[in-house]
């Protein structure tokens, strides 16, 4: 047997330098899971700006589905009026006078802003002129292009989400 005096402690060595080792390498992979926790987060944070901006332009669409064939001629009238006056003009189709319903703000995200515009129709290469269309008459039914856009974006502003949606509604050629 081996007396007390000649033994050295290297046990007591390897041990520290092994708890050493798995102790830095838990705090490495803390401080990783903590960085993807935020990742994660922000993702999150993005996701639901997105989502804000998503769920205006699909409430507007919903609302011009359901909406009276009137409100829905005012809103658009009110469009091709001021791209009339300035072609860079837009209008707030749920301004209070059109009755139509905002979709709430999640937690954390502003207001979405919604400016609805007309613009002209895409060029091709036959004339979109009603004079130099064969058989156009009054009462012909020609397509009238708006976009919507909708802007969202976090309370400290660091995070925004800009969506657009174009649609085109059949009218009466103007006189």
Do not use: W
């Not at 009238?144 to 976090?154: I, M, P, R």
């Amino acid at each position: 047997m081996t007396s007390v005096s000649s033994q050295r402690g290297s046990a007591l060595i390897i041990s520290l330098v092994i708890l050493t080792a798995i102790t830095l390498g838990a705090i490495v992979a803390m401080q990783r899971s903590t960085l993807q926790v935020r990742m994660v987060g922000n993702m999150q944070h993005q996701q639901k700006v997105f989502n804000a901006a998503y769920s205006d332009l699909s409430g507007l669409m919903d609302e011009f589905r359901s909406s009276n064939n009137s409100t829905l001629t005012t809103i658009l009238n009110d469009a091709i009026v001021a791209y009339n006056a300035d072609n860079t003009a837009t209008i707030n189709p749920y301004a209070t006078g059109y009755g139509l319903t905002k979709p709430n703000s999640p937690d954390n995200v502003k207001a979405v802003t919604n400016s609805l515009r007309s613009f002209e129709p895409p060029t091709s290469s036959s004339s979109a002129s009603l004079k130099e269309m064969e058989g156009s008459s009054t009462g012909t039914l020609v397509p009238f292009y708006f976009a919507s856009t909708a802007v969202a974006a976090d309370t400290h502003d660091s995070v925004t989400s800009t969506q657009q949606i174009g649609l085109y509604y059949l009218a009466p050629a103007p006189q």
